[in-house]
């Protein structure tokens, strides 16, 4: 069995200052790793995602994530955020036995 | 289409009633999955079918659930006997991969939100 583990329900933070949203993982076999974002009253985008290769991943509008096999980590960093970014995030994980399974969600609320 | 299709959008319903909830998948994706939402929740997982089949509906909460794609493209979730705690939004999505190959890269519609009354 896989789960996915959010931290941070919410994460307030001021427009132009770095962010970091953690997600920790636990499986017993190799897996893909992704963020999801939902902006309000949107369906979910892929944001950015780990199928192999270089740990450090880059997605779209800015986001980055790092893979951390030995602590079971893909935590979602941005070094400035826009108004714009305040939306919810889901890391998910997806094994061979073709499901993806989701975190809770953080709410990134970015304030002016 | 360019994109996953569902509809209804928002559905309302009274407890007791049947309740259909359609997904029109990205062409040519041969996976689809149901996931349902719930205020303040990460999606969970109801059900994939790889084709027509059912590959895992180990997801469904119980025997009132239901889903079909009968011709391997567009599927229909069924609620039987709909209750307070089914209000949720559902969310369908699609992929190219097939059983065992594939990358988990899903793309989701906007989902059809339920409400129970």
């Known amino acids: 069995a896989q789960s996915v583990t959010q931290l941070d329900s919410q994460v307030p933070v001021f427009e132009e200052a770095p962010v970091e949203l953690r997600c920790n993982y636990s499986s017993s076999v190799s897996v893909y790793l992704f963020w999801y974002v939902q902006y309000p009253n949107q369906g979910l985008q892929l944001l950015l995602k780990?199928?192999?290769?270089?740990?450090l991943v880059k997605g779209i509008n800015g986001f980055e994530a790092e893979f951390n096999k030995s602590q079971t980590s893909f935590h979602l960093r941005k070094p400035s955020v826009h108004i714009s970014d305040t939306a919810e995030y889901f890391c998910a994980v997806y094994n061979a036995g073709n499901m993806l399974t989701f975190g809770g969600g953080t709410r990134l609320m970015v304030k002016p | 289409g360019a994109g996953v299709s569902q509809t209804p959008s928002n559905k309302v319903t009274e407890k007791g009633k049947y309740v259909e909830l359609r997904c029109d998948p990205i062409s040519g994706h041969t996976a689809l999955y149901w996931y349902r939402q719930s205020l303040g929740q990460g999606p969970e997982f109801l059900i994939y079918f790889q084709g027509t089949g059912a590959a895992d509906d180990s997801g469904l909460p119980n025997d009132r659930f239901f889903a079909v794609r009968p011709e391997g493209s567009v599927s229909t979730l069924k609620i039987q006997r709909t209750e307070r705690g089914d209000s949720a939004v559902y969310l369908c999505?699609?992929?190219?991969?097939?059983?065992?190959?594939?990358?988990?890269?899903?793309?989701f519609g906007e989902g059809s939100r339920l409400t129970v009354l």
């Open positions: 999505a699609s992929s190219l991969g097939t059983s065992g190959s594939g990358t988990g890269e899903l793309f």
């Open positions: 780990y199928l192999s290769g270089s740990t």
